[in-house]
C-alpha cells in the first residue's frame, strides 16, 4: 500500500515570494491534515479535513495561508506571500478516522531567504 | 485548553537496560492518545495509541504504554533499549469528542551501546 505522498521535498523561495505543497493521501483516508513543524519540536495543526471540507483551521494564519483538498482525496497548501518565518517543515498526514492513527507523508522542508 | 506535555527533553540509556519516555496530557473529555518515533531524516511513524480498552497498550519494536487516568499520564517503555532506538519521540492526543490531536514538544532518546 503506498504511503501519504508529498511534493516537493525541498523549496527555497526569497520573502514575499508564493509556494505551494502538494499531498496525495493513502487511499481510503478520509482525514487529512496540515502540520508545521519547527526545528526541534512537535508538528503544530494547520487545518484538518474530513473529505472536501475543512473542519478545522483555527491554526491557519488566513491572511497568508490557504488550502483546498480537491474532491476529498489530494490537498494543496499555499502560502502567499512567504515571510521568513515560514521557514520549516509542513507535514502532511491522513488517517481513517479523525481519531485515528495518523499517517505521515516526508513532508516538504521550506526555507524562506 | 487540551494539551500534552513530554517533561523531559533528552532520556539516556543504555543499551539493555529499560526504557521509559515520559507524557502527560490534559483533555475536556475521554482521551485518546498515541507515540510517534521520528527517525532522522524520515517521516513521523506511528507506534501505538489508547483509545479504550486496556491500559496497557502494545505497540511496534517492542514498545508499550500504560496508559494511567488518575495520574493523566502514557508513558511509553520498553524493557530492554537497542541502540536503533534512539529517535525522537512525540506524544499525542486528544479528545473523542473534538478530535483535535495536539502533539507534545518530543523527547529525544539516546541509547548508548
Known amino acids: 500500500e503506498a504511503g501519504v505522498v508529498q511534493s516537493p521535498r525541498y523549496k527555497i523561495i526569497e520573502k514575499k515570494q508564493p509556494v505551494a505543497f502538494w499531498c496525495n493521501p493513502i487511499?481510503?483516508?478520509?482525514?487529512l491534515y496540515w502540520y508545521r513543524q519547527n526545528l526541534g519540536q512537535g508538528p503544530e495543526l494547520l487545518i484538518r479535513y474530513e473529505n472536501e471540507e475543512a473542519v478545522d483551521d483555527s491554526q491557519l494564519p488566513k491572511d497568508r495561508f490557504s488550502a483546498e483538498r480537491l474532491k476529498g482525496v489530494d490537498s494543496t497548501l499555499k502560502i502567499q506571500p512567504a515571510e521568513l518565518g515560514d521557514s520549516a517543515v509542513y507535514l502532511c498526514?491522513?488517517?481513517?478516522?479523525?481519531?485515528?492513527?495518523?499517517?505521515f507523508g516526508p513532508g516538504t522542508r521550506l526555507t524562506v531567504t | 485548553a487540551q494539551s500534552v506535555a513530554q517533561p523531559e527533553d533528552q532520556v539516556n540509556v543504555a543499551e539493555g537496560n529499560p526504557l521509559t519516555v515520559k507524557c502527560t496530557y490534559s483533555?475536556?473529555?475521554?482521551?485518546?492518545l498515541f507515540w510517534y518515533v521520528q527517525y532522522p531524516n524520515r517521516g513521523l511513524q506511528f507506534l501505538l495509541k489508547y483509545i479504550t480498552g486496556d491500559n496497557l497498550v502494545k505497540g511496534s519494536y517492542g514498545f508499550e504504554a500504560e496508559f494511567n487516568k488518575s495520574q493523566t499520564s502514557f508513558h511509553l517503555k520498553k524493557p530492554s533499549a537497542l541502540v536503533s532506538d534512539s529517535a525522537l519521540y512525540f506524544c499525542a492526543g486528544g479528545d473523542t469528542g473534538g478530535f483535535k490531536t495536539i502533539f507534545g514538544a518530543g523527547t529525544r532518546l539516546f541509547v548508548k551501546a
Open positions: 498526514a491522513s488517517s481513517l478516522t479523525g481519531f485515528g492513527e495518523q499517517y
Open positions: 487511499s481510503g483516508h478520509n482525514t
Open positions: 483533555v475536556s473529555g475521554n482521551p485518546y
